[in-house]
């Protein structure tokens, strides 16, 4: 049952809710408006503002090394994405629905691993390993990296959907005659497709942020956008990168609206 | 180690056992295989890499500050044992929990707000609303915060006039506004996902019973959403651990904390050793500390 | 099974440790001649510290293509390239990193047949002390680490004094105004000097007198800051900042700044640092690397370069060259009397980790 129809939370409670809310949203927004706001300054110090202008625009379509990073990025997280919302979303499902199998216990501590370490710790112990391994430095690791990563979270918001879904359902599907397949595909799958894509959100996220791993891990021509940030800002914060943030805050919200749009279609079982 | 709880058995009469072991054993094998692709993936690309840096705490080092595998020492470890070390293990651990208390207490409001609205659409149109602003660059975010702390910025202009505050930036309460506003998303996401799952009917039941709005909310919702709470709380407590970028920005890096420190191992303090004998205490540390908190009952994260 | 994935691990670390290198260049470079290019350029530089126009001179002059990656400290740019597996061709290391290089044989030896251009540079920036012979590097800019100041509250540049900040009874006026940089060897260099001392002591006593000294400065210090201290001055955040001379005169310039504020090293003295362009011995173009390098350092470019950066250029068949505005500022081309109170930083070996230690200490 639909969890408003038993809240009951007196209106005043709700109206107070709802005020902190939208403070907190106002909260969040800020810096993005500053942000946004000085993308268009035409001074070149962020902080002082310079008159309205698209000058940084223009510079940041003619930086060759900002695009390639930036494009670099985007690979970077959408295949780390992929991979680690399906490999995380099994690990989950290994977990949380399947009770005896060898190595289960062990498997649960070692997903919670690279939650709780240090970033730095994974950077050097990656950065020793593809040397161990002679894996040569590139996107390749990059890629491999955030891999490694984004599987536990992915796992992690999967379980807690998992959690919470009632077995039963499954059951009843196979006790009607479906394949394991079949139950996944049309009952399990479209139940948790709410964690699947939070996962996979959190994982795009984490990905396209990071830096203190992909700097030690990158190499050559394969840099990406938060580490040439990174380095941008030990010669000047210009609005060239606040440019850039906004062009990848629209494009997210584009996609991410794109998606949700898909994703109201199949929305039947709640 | 356990982390989960085992759900109670189905029917255990077992109409024909033969059959039952073999149903089992089928269960386990597909469990595995579920498992075995990350398993393999983690096996390989984490915890080998993990155990080179327990190797690497036990190492002598170059003059480069890389471990050199002629000599072992237990030096590093030894050297955990410094007053500043110590020091700043402290440091960072209170600024960890009061920023898990903080993002709880404006976190938990937030998300019981969200979860609470009806249409399904809107909750996940509200939830897209909180992730948006973490697209943007973490770096370009903070100095955007810098920017509205500084002498000029609006909100120390709100705070002179009404004489609330003064210059923010560059104060503790800057590094834990900051903090709050990159570690909020992380305490948000699952104290939703476990109020929404939530049985709201038991709610009912206990206005029913003539609970209070409060003593239901106490007595049902919030041991309910434990789960969340717990979870939200790892999620941020254990980043704010090793964060140091965004003190060190906002607040103008005047203290050393553990992930600054560690970082400093690697680099211009040329000591490998010694730094990863502190990541590996700091992830010892954390995994016991998550596996007491799993005994003590949550299921799941 | 654990354990023998352990034990292979061990293994595979232990072989690795004791391997081969990567290292070619050494054999390859010796075959370079002038303008010579085998591949594609990979180049390895801080960020924002090279005109680009000379990146894509350099492609259409020698029809190859250059990629750019960036570090933002020495450090992480050892450890890739001590990690063997990152292929750089051509790096920009500071002096002092330089010599560790050098003595970790993470360097190859420089082909001067095939650097004709290394005439250009200034007999001061080799055979500097960090690299003695010259074999591994070829100076590309230099600068100094001083105090930006407001004129507001100094009149000249030649009052500058680092009592400003570690006598309580001078540094009064600028307290919550003050930034250093995040960097133990060149703050702990400022204390050093103050108290007298050279800033490449070894003497741990003298070391962690000068943490002490940052401990209790501390209170008047706004910020540790390497990246923004410039801006943080011209915005008026702090009153007088630690920092390196190029980029506080690119942001004077940006702003139009250069009534208001002003640059200087203090009568105990500062640092002077040069970065250096350099081959590492995990190279695989280093025939386009000695070209590039030799490019760099013809004389217009090396002006260009300047120009640019706003840092000084070694690089003496420059100077026609050079905008005359920054070849006539003091401040970013000091004279002699000032140069003498300039200090280089040197790798202090082992001393390194005291220096880390008494800075965190201080800070923590």
Known sequence: MSMTEGTATPRWVDRVLTINGWVVFLFLYLPILVLVGYSFSGSSTVGIWGGFSFQWYRQMFANEALMDSLRNSLVVALISTVVATVLGTAAGIAIDRYRRWIGRRSFDALLYLPVIIPDVTMAIMLLLWFTTINMALGLNTIIISHIAFNISFVAIVVRSRLAHLDPSLEEAAMDLYASRWQTFRRVTLPLIMPGVLGGALLALTLSLDDVVITQLVQGPGATTLPVFVFGLIKRSVTPEINAVSTVMLIASMVLVFVSLGFQRRGERYD | MTLLEDRPDHDSEAANPELERKAERAESWRGFFHALPSFAYLIFFFLLPLIIVLVVSFSGRKATGSPSFDNWTLDAYRKLLDTTVLRIAWRSLTMATLNTVICLAIGYPFAYWIATRSKQSTRNFLLVLVLIPFWSNFLVRTYAWRVLLDSDGPITRIGEATGLWGKLLFTQPAVFLGLLYGYLPFMVLPLYAALERMDWSLVEAGRDLYATGWGAFRRITLPLSRPGVIAGSILVFIPSLGAYVTPAILGGAKTTLLGDYIVTQFTSARNWPFGSAVSVVILTVMLIATLVYFRTGARTL | ?364
């Open chain 3, 1 to 364: 099974m654990k354990k023998i994935l352990i034990v292979v691990a061990v293994l595979a670390l232990l072989a690795a440790a004791c391997g081969d290198d990567d290292a070619g260049g050494e054999e390859s470079a010796s075959a370079c001649e002038v303008g010579q290019v085998d591949g594609d350029l990979d180049f390895y530089n801080w960020s924002e510290y090279i005109e680009p126009d000379l990146i894509t001179g350099f492609e259409a002059e020698y029809d190859v293509k250059v990629s750019e990656t960036f570090f933002d400290n020495n450090e992480a740019m050892l450890a890739q390239v001590e990690a063997g597996g990152a292929g750089y061709d051509v790096i920009v290391p500071s002096d002092y990193m330089v010599a560790l290089m050098k003595q970790e044989s993470l360097v190859i030896p420089l082909n001067k047949a095939a650097i004709p251009n290394l005439s250009n540079l200034d007999p001061d920036f080799t055979g500097l002390p960090f690299d003695e012979d010259g074999s591994v590097s070829a100076a590309y800019q230099w600068g100094t680490t001083g105090l930006g100041f407001t004129y507001d509250m100094i009149d000249d540049a030649s009052e500058l004094t680092w009592a400003m900040i570690y006598d309580p009874d001078v540094s009064a006026p600028f307290a919550g105004g003050i930034s250093l940089l995040n960097d133990e060897r060149e703050t702990m260099g400022t204390a050093l000097r103050y108290l007298g001392y050279s800033i490449n002591t070894t003497e741990t006593s003298e070391i962690e007198e000068a943490g002490a000294l940052i401990a209790e400065a501390k209170a008047g210090v706004a910020t540790f800051d390497s990246d923004q201290f410039e801006d943080l001055l011209v915005t008026g955040e702090t009153a007088l900042a630690h920092g390196y001379s190029g980029d506080f005169f690119a942001a004077f310039d940006e702003n139009d700044a250069w009534e208001d504020f002003g640059y200087g090293i203090p009568v105990e003295g500062g640092v002077a640092w040069v970065d250096n362009m350099a081959i590492p011995v995990t190279a695989d173009a280093v025939c386009t690397a000695h070209t590039f390098i030799d490019w760099i350092l013809g004389a217009e470019n090396g002006a260009a370069l300047t120009n640019f950066t706003f840092y000084a250029s070694p690089n003496a068949a420059a100077e026609p060259f050079i905008d005359p505005d920054i070849l006539e500022d003091p401040a970013i081309y000091p004279p002699p009397e000032v140069r003498e109170r300039l200090e280089f930083i040197a790798d202090v070996g082992d001393a390194a980790t005291t220096y880390a230690d008494a800075f965190s200490a201080a800070k923590s």
